[in-house]
């Protein structure tokens, strides 16, 4: 069974540009979390989606964002780029949209602003 | 706001000794626990977890854990590492009240196991 996926490895962008990740689920997951894991915060939750709608996001500005389509993969975009933004981004999907589902996590995504 | 500590930062054993990684809970509600490894070049991936019944759950590769609510802890043991368990150890945590699925998760603890 293929685990979560992450698209692209490495991304290097600069202040103020635009970045875009993008997550493939377990096959069969619907519902699909974005993490940062930075550098000395550790690893903060981002958005929630589930069956295509934003269930929950965390304690992040407007400009960070996302999707999630029919297929169930997922999109994280965020805007207006700030050097802080840079950590490794993880994906996770679960099963089912219950509390007791455990998440399974993706290789992720280190984006790097300069 | 949900919080989750983990004591230590940094361990160092030798092989064969026994390992135990303490994680406190903030929230006192019902809460659904979890023990993440991430070992050296791989992604996280799941230990154990513990949602309710015996508070002494067993996980993958010889690891335990105990719930002790009247604490807010769950804390991670192994009673002989092996150096291949040199891993990051990062113990999780959800709750209704917390924002459901959203895991919390505590800074890690960076094991490393000498030969």
């Known amino acids: 069974e293929a685990g979560v996926t992450q698209s692209p490895t490495h991304l290097i962008k600069t202040r103020g540009q635009q970045a875009t990740l993008r997550c493939s689920p377990i096959s069969g997951h619907t519902s699909v979390y974005w993490y940062q894991q930075a550098l000395g915060l550790g690893l903060q939750f981002l958005l929630w989606y589930d069956e295509g709608e934003e269930r929950n996001r965390g304690n992040f500005p407007p400009r960070f964002s996302g999707r999630q389509f029919p297929n169930y993969s997922s999109e994280l975009n965020v805007n207006a780029l700030e050097l802080e933004d840079s950590a490794l981004y993880l994906c996770?999907?679960?099963?089912?949209?219950?509390?007791?589902?455990?998440?399974?996590f993706g290789p992720g995504t280190r984006l790097t602003v300069l | 706001a949900q919080s989750v500590s983990q004591h230590n930062h940094h361990v160092i054993l030798s092989e064969a000794a026994s390992l135990e990684l303490g994680c406190n809970y903030s929230y006192g509600g019902t809460v659904n626990l979890f023990w993440y490894v991430q070992y050296p070049g791989q992604h996280l991936q799941l230990l154990l977890k513990?949602?309710?019944?015996?508070?002494l759950v067993k996980g993958i590769k010889g690891f335990e854990a105990e719930f002790i609510k009247s604490k807010f802890s769950f804390n991670l043991r192994k009673p002989s590492v092996q150096w291949s368990d040199t891993a990051e150890y990062f113990c999780?945590?959800?709750?209704?009240?917390?924002?459901?699925?959203?895991?919390?998760f505590g800074t890690g603890t960076q094991l490393k196991v000498e030969l």
């Open positions: 513990y949602f309710s019944g015996d508070p």
């Open positions: 999780a945590v959800n709750s209704a009240r917390g924002g459901g699925n959203k895991l919390t």
């Open positions: 996770a999907s679960s099963l089912g949209s219950g509390g007791t589902d455990t998440q399974y």
